[in-house]
């Protein structure tokens, strides 16, 4: 539950949003001291130099030093523990949907 308003997850994620998130996990695992331990889900505004701007759901880890101050956000989904750090306003974004993985889309949000 977001901490910063009480908002439930209200989403899931695909077996493609599953695998790319743990393999970004192992990735930071791998090349740092990060515990990449748990899953931040936001909306995220993008400014790329050169492209257009965007939103769309921006993911990270929380490292494990950080979990006793996410405790009572933490939720399960998809056998993933998520922290969902979302606004009021951009919550409707993601009711119902799956937030899915491509290579050419990165995270997106799709109907189910």
């Given at each position: ?11 899931i ?15 930071l ?12 889900v ?25 979990r006793?101050?996410?405790a ?31 290579a ?9």
């Open positions: 539950m977001s901490i910063l308003n009480g908002l439930p997850v209200n989403f994620f695909s077996e493609d949003a599953v695998r790319e998130i743990e393999r970004m996990r192992a990735l695992k791998a090349g740092s001291a990060s515990s990449a331990d748990v899953l931040s936001g909306w995220g505004f993008f400014k790329p130099k050169g492209f257009p701007d965007f939103e769309a759901p921006a993911l990270g880890f929380y490292g494990d030093a950080d006793e101050s996410l009572g956000g933490i939720e399960i989904v998809s056998g993933i523990e998520v922290f969902f750090f979302i606004l009021k306003e951009h919550h409707s974004k993601f009711a119902g949907k799956v937030l899915d993985f491509s050419e889309r990165m995270f997106f949000l799709r109907e189910p």
